[in-house]
């Protein structure tokens, strides 16, 4: 993608251009009622026309990416939805005992877009309002409010223990919202396309493509700087190819990355050894 799409206008334009991973985010917790628990911070997309339509690679099923680290798609009991785009929710059925949690502000927002869309006369009007969002999601959002596994949240409320979601209303989405997950090492935010790239919150300075006013975005920043102390490393943006970089990570045989972010003090790390990962290389 264009830098400037991620980075923003004005001090990233003609930048050129970079490879982004679509992230998505494993919380497991401590023991709680005698099991360990497994949540998912949105939940990737599906293998269908979104791969053509934006040129993208190396697309993973769900139970290789967490079959790296040890786990289960039907180990994930909560999927915390940080927005409806389709790269964020798009995937959630290939989680099969996971409840859905999303902003009630969220779902009426794409709810209600998708009905103006619906009213204009050509496609080509109609393509910024779907450029990141599948209106099939919405059916599918809906389905699973009928079977019961999806769950409102209505603005900063605890959805998990330790656990506490916070609204950022009308800012790249209608009901965007984060994460503030509890650690021994401090607070971390976990913000799906909050933050698309470090640089967003370090230099206040909002993407090229959203869909909702970025001066709320900013606000969000100030939010998460100040939950944060500005500690950047314990922020997981939505986009960043840096969080390789700035935390222990290591290369699959797909050739995408995977962080290791924080670990619990009685966890032992996931990484390979290195005579796994020269196997896996050779």
Known sequence: MPIDFVAGSGLFSNAGTVRLPMLYTLLVGGEVGGKQHVALVDCGFRNDHWLTKYAF??????VDVLGR?????????A????????????????FPNAKLYIQLDEYLGWSDAVCAAHQMETE?????????????????????????????????????????AHLAKES????????????????????????YWYSNIERMWP??????????????????????????DHLVPGHDPLIYERHSSWLAPSGNQIAEVNLRHDDTSRR???????????
């Open 57 to 62: 690679s190396s697309w993973e099923e769900p």
């Open 69 to 77: 680290v040890g786990f289960k798609p039907e180990d994930v009991e």
């Open 79 to 94: 999927i915390l939805v940080t927005h409806m785009h389709f790269d964020h929710i798009g995937n959630f059925e290939a």
């Open 124 to 164: 080509e009007e109609k393509a910024w309002v779907f450029s990141s969002f599948d209106p099939q999601d919405l059916i599918r959002a809906a389905q699973g409010i009928s079977e019961g596994r999806v769950k409102f949240v209505r603005g900063d409320e605890e959805v998990l223990p330790g656990i506490t």
């Open 172 to 195: 790249h989405t209608f009901g965007t919202q984060w994460f503030e997950v509890q650690t021994r090492n401090g607070p971390f935010a976990v913000v799906g396309d909050t933050v």
């Open 207 to 232: 993407p090229g493509y959203g869909q909702g006013n970025t001066f709320n975005q900013i606000k969000a920043y100030r939010e998460i700087r100040d939950l944060l102390k500005n500690k950047f």
């Open 272 to 282: 390979p050894t290195v005579s796994a990962q020269k196997i896996i290389h050779t």
